[in-house]
């Protein structure tokens, strides 16, 4: 349901992609570009330089809340005009109406981002969460966070962007403080966690047949 608003923020008819995704800011997205209207979008986003819009499509159909994408590199343009692109998340948005006179559909939208009266996560909650990042990082091999990525002020973003839970990253996504992220994420990550050490533990042992321990004994 598209809310009505007045908001200054507001920009006419900027291009929608509906994606089983959710970009968050600062994440990059690479993407494969096929369908021919889509062709038609991001070539005129290229051309103009401008943002595309990101939002998440389910069976009931579009969320009102998504984020904007630039281009940072053509990785690879095809024959036939298919494309490679590798964007990055920037501005949340929320849709207000949606224009559907292009092939691909366009929507104005308003921009926001925290509210100016939020409050930052307490130093306990954002450790917390820190170290169940780290954590998850550790299982699939990767660096734990920088001391100079932790200052940044919407670290929780950032700590999202390893999650695979669309519903999470979704309701992240339409909060405007960063403490609430911050502890939403600390209530997640735990049983997260706990799902991911039993996917590794299965990778682990398929290759041995599956002889190994029974999954209770590894959470």
């Not at 559909?105 to 820190?130: K, M, N, W, Y």
Request: charge should be negative.
């Amino acid at each position: 349901m598209f809310r009505e608003s007045d908001n200054s923020n507001m920009r006419d008819w900027m291009p929608l992609f509906p994606l089983q995704a959710v970009l968050l800011p600062g994440a990059e997205l690479p993407l494969h570009i096929f369908e021919e209207r889509y062709k038609t979008m991001i070539r005129e986003v290229l051309d103009e330089r401008i943002e595309f819009g990101v939002v998440l499509a389910t069976e009931k159909g579009l969320l009102n809340t998504g984020c904007t994408a630039t281009i940072d590199k053509l990785l690879r343009e095809y024959p036939d005009g298919r494309m490679d692109i590798l964007t990055t998340g920037r501005r949340r948005f929320e849709i207000v109406r949606l224009n559907e006179d292009r092939t691909y559909l366009q929507g104005s939208v308003e921009f926001f981002d925290d509210d100016e009266a939020s409050s930052q996560p307490s130093p306990e909650t954002r450790q917390q969460a820190i170290d169940a990042y780290n954590e998850l990082q550790s299982l699939s091999s990767h660096s734990p966070l920088a001391s100079a990525e932790a200052s940044d002020p919407q670290l929780s973003f950032r700590l999202a962007r390893p999650l695979t839970d669309l519903g999470t990253r979704q309701a992240l996504l339409a909060m405007r403080s960063e403490a609430e992220r911050i502890k939403q994420l600390a209530s997640f990550f735990p049983a997260y966690l706990i799902r991911e050490r039993r996917v590794q533990h299965l990778k682990q042992v398929a290759p041995r047949n599956g002889h190994g321990r029974a999954l209770a004994e590894i959470e």
